[in-house]
Nanobody, 120 residues
């Protein structure tokens, strides 16, 4: 069973930076990657970024150029460097382990989330 614990959230002003971490433990045999999602108050959870098992990264359009996802060599810690933050980035950020489900790579294991608040 995979367990994920996020940390690094907090409050910053517009233009500031934060670095989120996600510590992963446990094992699943069909992992295809890891991802960050976020959910703002009153909104649906949205995908932020992913890093595949081969290290290929992907970002939602609004995060490109501002956010950087990375993973340590042991693949036990997922990171998200967030720069040039603005109030629209305020949300609870979740990390997730993605697994193969019927040939699709889907988020299946979730952390508890960490709050990011950006003030103007």
């Amino acid at each position: 069973q995979v367990q994920l614990v996020e940390s690094g959230g907090g409050s910053v002003q517009t233009g500031g930076s934060l670095r989120l971490s996600c510590a992963a433990s446990g094992y699943t045999s069909n992992t295809c990657g890891m991802a960050w999602y976020r959910q703002a108050a009153g909104k649906q959870r949205e995908w932020v970024s992913s890093i595949g098992a081969t290290g290929v990264t992907a970002y939602a359009d609004s995060m490109k150029g501002r956010f950087t996802v990375s993973q340590d060599s042991a693949k036990t810690t997922l990171l998200l460097q967030m720069n040039s933050l603005n109030p629209e980035d305020t949300a609870v950020y979740y990390c997730a382990t993605e697994v193969w489900v019927s040939w699709r790579c889907e988020a299946q294991y979730w952390g508890q989330g960490t709050q990011v608040t950006v003030s103007s």
